[in-house]
């Protein structure tokens, strides 16, 4: 990606935008060229629905069920009993999922990160949110912070709705849909817009 150019094309795109970008911090993603699929949607679950620290301690804690592993093994994953990794602190649900997760990698669901390379951004979340625990929210994130993908434009994502909002003075947060007609402008640099949005939230609110 040629990021001076992105960030041109976002600048010239409206003013708000333009002072948004120059006073944040410069979007600075790069594909992850060690990322695993498997493991990053692992953690990815056990994250979901808890705050950082808790679930940092958690996803600890699942990995050291696998002291020896660099990475996870996903049919050693399927043969933990479930207790286990209950002990750990997944919940029922999350559990389920991870197994799950761990049968579809097996099975060739779950494509490898070369594979994925191959694959739109679409593909690859199609074939994805076939796993149980794992929305499209979730593959979006692995599409932007661990794939590097330029376009991913996360119209669901709260933080992008009220950064949105907060730059073009809206009271009401706006609707996925009236967000994607609006994001159009900003293709094919949307994931560059959706990190200036999140920025716009570090901004101390205006008394």
């Known amino acids: 990606?040629?990021?001076?150019?992105?960030?041109?094309?976002?600048?010239?795109?409206?003013?708000?935008?333009?002072?948004?970008?120059?006073?944040?911090?410069?979007?600075?993603?790069?594909p992850n060229g060690l990322i695993r699929p498997f493991d990053a949607l692992a953690e990815s679950i056990a994250y979901q629905q808890l705050n950082g620290k808790a679930a940092a301690t958690i996803w600890g804690r699942v990995r050291a069920v696998y002291p020896v592993q660099k990475f996870l093994d996903p049919l050693l994953v399927l043969k933990t009993p479930d207790r286990k990794l209950r002990a750990a602190g997944l919940s029922r649900s999350k559990v389920a999922a991870l197994k799950d997760l761990a049968a579809k990698t097996i099975d060739g669901t779950v494509p490898s990160a070369r594979a994925m390379a191959k694959m739109?951004?679409?593909?690859?979340?199609?074939?994805?949110?076939?796993?149980?625990?794992?929305?499209?929210?979730?593959?979006?994130?692995?599409?932007?912070?661990?794939?590097?993908?330029?376009?991913?434009?996360?119209?669901?994502?709260?933080?992008?709705?009220?950064?949105?909002?907060?730059?073009?003075?809206?009271?009401?947060?706006?609707?996925?849909?009236?967000?994607?007609?609006?994001?159009?402008?900003?293709?094919?640099?949307?994931?560059?817009?959706?990190?200036?949005?999140w920025r716009a939230l570090d901004e101390p609110e205006k008394s």
């Not at 076939?130 to 119209?155: K, N």
């Open 1 to 30: 990606m040629n990021y001076d150019q992105a960030h041109k094309h976002l600048a010239a795109s409206d003013p708000r935008i333009a002072a948004l970008i120059a006073r944040s911090l410069r979007y600075n993603v790069k």
């Open 120 to 197: 739109t951004d679409e593909e690859i979340i199609e074939r994805l949110i076939t796993v149980r625990g794992i929305g499209r929210w979730t593959v979006e994130m692995l599409l932007l912070f661990d794939l590097g993908r330029p376009d991913v434009w996360p119209v669901h994502d709260y933080g992008v709705r009220k950064g949105f909002a907060k730059t073009f003075g809206k009271r009401k947060l706006p609707k996925p849909k009236e967000l994607m007609k609006f994001g159009e402008r900003w293709r094919p640099h949307r994931s560059l817009a959706a990190w200036y949005f």
